[in-house]
């Protein structure tokens, strides 16, 4: 039998250790209790941080985590699912053809010592939106520090604070886009201040980061309705100064401020480019190679009975061979193809031609008319030029003709009603 003493003994180290995880376990306790508290505190100071912290401050707080430029994100091919795509900005690289001078000009502007700015000048769908979106595309590979930023004037605008938004929304959005280590773009508010934007782009800028602001349907902003006023205009004109930025402006042609000849903005383009008719090669091209990645090709008659009636505007060599494309996989062939084609082509663009003349001038409209009937010997040289550079006629051998076989049967019977 153990003496007194060992039970005493045992019993009093049984206690100590009792004692002890006691102490043990209530500080344990306590520690669990304190990180239950400290993280129910940060997370209530988040919130009210988001809820309450100006947008001033967060867009800076999120800037303070942008880095330098990476390398680029590359999209991942998405196979296309038709041909041709008539009517909507093109928008997969493998279908857009042509333009090389102008994509070398716009990057230029954007990767020169000193950033320029420059106008586009087109008629309606010749591919103004779908050269943006291959722009995009072609600075992703080789230029990582450029981001391009897509502006839609038609997108509805109450004010310039709310195009200030939208401006410092799409940018940040772009950056993210680029620079993956940096954390989600904050909620921009309907309406910020020029100041906060401003402030967004010079601090960018000290990070090495170059803006290349795409501006499309620019005469949206300049109309006799618009909201916009010289401030506004003054201020897209400033902000080149607040750090590495330029603006590529694109529109039906070069528009100034209401019942003016300039805006504030115009003076800080360097050069104006159209965006008119493919070159031959080109041309060819876009008709023979998308149906060509279907097993689909095309033979010689084909190829010139759809330059013959749609001429070299990428919208139109779209329409055509996506017309003769369907007539070939439902079966019809040869002439009889071709003739539907045209009948259905001359039906469903005429639309599109009311379009283009809606949008000359008088004296514009007058000399097309003038090329389609072979009597422009009086016609102003500067008309000629702007509708050459349009797309809309091209001279060979001194003579000039209208592009497009159906295109000139519409100016005929169009000329018949307006001058006879």
Request: proline letters at 4%; hydrophobic letters at 40%; glycine letters at 4%.
């Amino acid at each position: 039998m153990p003496s007194i003493e060992v039970i005493t003994l045992i019993g009093s180290i049984s206690a100590i250790i009792t004692a002890v995880w006691g102490v043990w376990y209530q500080t344990r306790s306590l520690k669990q209790r304190d990180d239950e508290i400290r993280h129910k505190i940060e997370l209530d100071w988040n919130e009210f941080r988001e809820k309450y912290t100006s947008t001033e401050n967060r867009v800076y707080t999120w800037l303070e985590h942008l880095e330098e430029p990476i390398a680029p994100l590359v999209e991942p091919h998405t196979e296309i699912g038709f041909p041709y795509l008539a009517g909507a900005p093109v928008r997969q690289p493998e279908l857009f053809y042509g333009r090389r001078d102008l994509l070398n000009e716009a990057i230029k502007c954007a990767n020169g010592k000193q950033m320029a700015s420059m106008f586009i000048l087109g008629s309606r769908k010749s591919g103004k939106t779908s050269f943006f979106n291959f722009l995009e595309y072609s600075l992703a590979d080789h230029y990582p520090n450029i981001v391009p930023v897509y502006l839609d004037a038609q997108t509805p605008l109450d004010s310039c604070e709310n195009f200030y938004a939208y401006m410092l929304r799409e940018t940040m959005l772009a950056l993210e886009k680029r620079n993956k280590n940096i954390a989600r773009s904050p909620d921009i508010p309907k309406e910020v201040s020029f100041e906060t934007l401003s402030e967004f782009i010079e601090r960018a800028s000290h990070r090495q980061w170059r803006f290349l602001m795409l501006l499309d349907e620019f005469e949206n902003l300049v109309k006799t309705d618009s909201l916009f006023n010289e401030n506004f205009f003054s201020a897209l004109r400033s902000i080149i100064h607040k750090g590495q930025i330029s603006w590529i402006a694109a529109s039906y042609r070069f528009v100034y401020m209401p019942n003016t000849t300039t805006s504030p903005f115009s003076n800080i383009i360097q050069t104006t480019h159209y965006v008119g008719a493919l070159s031959p090669n080109d041309a060819h091209r876009l008709i023979t190679e998308p149906a060509a990645r279907f097993g689909h090709f095309y033979e010689k008659e084909d190829i010139d009975f759809i330059l013959k009636i749609a001429g070299r505007i990428p919208y139109l060599i779209q329409k055509a061979s996506l017309l003769l494309y369907q007539s070939h996989i439902n079966g019809l062939r040869g002439k009889d193809a071709r003739l539907n084609v045209q009948n259905t082509f001359v039906l469903e663009i005429q639309h599109y031609f009311d379009s283009q003349l809606f949008y000359l001038t008088g004296e514009e409209c007058k000399t097309l008319f003038q090329v389609a009937r072979q009597t422009y010997d009086d016609c102003n040289p500067v008309n000629l030029a702007i509708l050459e550079k349009y797309g809309f006629i091209e001279q060979k051998s001194n003579e000039y003709k209208i592009l497009g076989q159906v295109f000139d049967d519409y100016l005929y019977r169009r000329n018949k009603v307006e001058y006879q």
